[in-house]
C-alpha cells in the first residue's frame, strides 16, 4: 500500500476491524472472568476449572488452521462478521444453564459453549491480525507500529473486560451479565456490517486446504516458539493464580466474595492492562523503526531469556515460602507483573516478525498456522494450571512455567533472516 489515496481507505478499514476487535475482547475477557469465579464459588475444583477452557482452546487450534483458508477463499471480513456472531450465540446459550445440573453435565455444557466461543475468538483475531499485514504502511516501520498497537490496545481492551467481568458478575449475577454482554455485541457486530469500508481483500477462489501447512522454517520456529511462550504464561494465568489468590483474600462470606471478585478481577484487569500497553509501545521500546530483521531476531533471543528469569525466581520463592503468607503474595503480585511486562515486549516481537516472514499472498494462512501454535500453547498452559496448582502448588505451577519459557527461548534461536 504505497499511494497515497489507497492509504486513507486502508487506515479507515483498519480502525474498523480494531475497533470490532476491542468489541470482541472485551468481552471474552469478561465471559473468562465470568466463569472461572462463578463455577469457582460452585464448588469446582482447578482441575474442573482447567476443563471448562479446553474445547475453548481445542476450537482455537482447529479454526485457527481452517480460519487462514476460509479467509482466503471467501474474504477476511467474512471471518470478521463470523467470529462476532458466534460470540452473540455463546454469550446466549451460556444463559441457558441451569444451577439444579449435575456437576457433570454443568462441565460438559460449558465446554461445548467455550468451545464455540473459542472458535469465534480464533476467527476474529485472525482477520484483525492478517489486515494489519495487508493495510499498514510499508516505510519507516509502519507494519510493527500498526501490529504492537492492534495487539497492544487490544490486551488493554481485554484487561478492562477481565474487570468488567467480575464486577458485572458482582452486580448483575451470572445470566444477567451473560445476556447483556450478548446484547451490546449484537449492536456492535450491527453496526460494524453497515459501516465497515472498502480495503479488505474479497477472497481467492482457487484456494486450496493443503496451503495452510507453511513451507516456510521461519513460521515452523516460530510457531513452536509461540507454543512454548503462551503455555508458560496460561500455566499460572488461567487457573492456579485466581484461586491461590480466591483462597489467600476471601473469607468466605457473601460480601466477602464479592470483594474477592473486585480484587482478582482488577489484578487480571491491571496484568492485561499493563501487557497490553507495554505491547503497543514495543516498537519504541526496542528502536525498531532503525532496525534491521536480523536485529529484531537477536532481540527476541535476548528478551526471551530475560523472561526466563522471572519465573525462576518466582518459583525459589516459593519453595522458601511455603504454606501462603502475604509477603508471599505481594512478591507474585510484583513478579507477575514484572513477568507481564517482559512478556509483552517477547510477543510483540513474536506478532511482527511472523508479518515479516510471511508473504501477502498467503498472510491468512500462515498467520492461522501461527496462531494454531498460539492455541496449542494455550491449551497445553489451561491443562497444566490445574493440574500443576493442584498437584504440586506454587512451585510446581510455576517452576512448569519457567522451563516452558526456556524451551520458548531455546526454540526462537533457530530463526534467520529472511532472503528477499
Not at 528469569?309 to 507483573?337: D, K, M, R, S
Not at 490445574?386 to 526456556?406: D, E, I, K, P
Request: proline residues 3%; contains cysteine.
Amino acid at each position: 500500500m504505497t499511494d497515497s489515496s489507497a492509504r486513507p481507505k486502508g487506515l479507515s478499514a483498519y480502525i474498523a476491524v480494531t475497533a470490532a476487535y476491542w468489541a470482541f475482547m472485551l468481552s471474552d475477557g469478561a465471559l473468562r472472568m465470568l466463569v472461572l469465579l462463578h463455577f469457582h464459588t460452585l464448588g469446582f475444583s482447578p482441575v474442573q476449572l482447567a476443563y471448562l477452557f479446553v474445547l475453548y482452546e481445542i476450537a482455537g487450534i482447529v479454526t485457527n488452521l481452517c480460519a487462514g483458508w476460509i479467509a482466503a477463499r471467501f474474504g477476511l471480513t467474512s471471518t470478521l462478521y463470523a467470529g462476532l456472531g458466534l460470540q452473540v450465540l455463546a454469550l446466549l446459550a451460556l444463559a441457558q444453564l441451569d444451577p439444579s445440573w449435575a456437576v457433570g453435565t454443568s462441565v460438559v455444557f460449558v465446554m461445548l459453549v467455550q468451545g464455540a466461543s473459542g472458535v469465534a475468538k480464533d476467527l476474529a483475531k485472525m482477520s484483525s491480525k492478517s489486515a494489519v499485514k495487508l493495510l499498514a504502511p510499508s516505510e519507516d516501520g509502519g507494519l510493527f507500529r500498526w501490529v504492537a498497537l492492534l495487539t497492544g490496545s487490544k490486551n488493554m481492551v481485554k484487561g478492562a473486560g477481565f474487570l468488567l467481568g467480575a464486577a458485572l458478575l458482582a452486580m448483575f449475577g451470572f445470566v444477567g451479565a451473560v445476556l447483556g454482554m450478548a446484547a451490546i455485541l449484537s449492536v456492535i457486530l450491527l453496526a460494524v456490517l453497515i459501516a465497515m469500508p472498502e480495503g479488505l481483500p474479497k477472497g481467492r477462489k482457487g484456494t486450496k486446504f493443503s496451503e495452510v501447512f507453511s513451507k516456510s522454517a521461519n513460521v515452523n520456529w516460530l510457531s513452536a516458539a509461540r507454543v512454548f511462550l503462551f503455555g508458560a504464561r496460561d500455566v499460572w494465568f488461567v487457573v492456579g493464580i485466581p484461586i491461590y489468590f480466591y483462597a489467600v483474600l476471601s473469607d468466605g462470606t457473601t460480601e466477602g466474595n464479592r470483594a474477592t471478585f473486585f480484587m482478582i478481577g482488577t489484578f487480571m484487569a491491571i496484568w492485561v492492562i499493563l501487557y497490553g500497553l507495554v505491547q503497543a509501545n514495543a516498537p519504541r521500546i526496542l528502536r525498531a523503526k532503525d532496525r534491521s530483521e536480523a536485529s529484531l531476531i537477536n532481540a527476541a533471543r535476548t528478551w526471551g531469556w530475560g523472561l526466563t528469569a522471572v519465573p525462576v525466581i518466582l518459583t525459589l520463592v516459593a519453595i522458601t515460602a511455603g504454606e501462603p503468607q502475604i509477603w508471599l503474595t505481594l512478591t507474585l503480585v510484583f513478579g507477575l507483573l514484572v513477568f507481564g511486562a517482559i512478556f509483552a515486549v517477547n510477543s510483540s516481537l513474536h506478532s511482527y516478525l511472523i508479518l515479516s516472514f510471511t508473504k501477502a499472498e498467503r498472510v491468512t494462512m500462515d498467520v492461522g498456522f501461527y496462531y494454531m501454535a498460539n492455541a496449542a500453547g494455550r491449551l497445553v498452559g489451561t491443562l497444566l494450571s490445574g493440574l500443576t496448582y493442584q498437584a504440586g502448588g506454587l512451585a510446581l505451577m510455576l517452576g512448569t512455567a519457567a522451563a516452558m519459557v526456556a524451551a520458548s527461548a531455546v526454540t526462537v534461536g533457530f530463526l534467520k533472516p529472511e532472503k528477499r
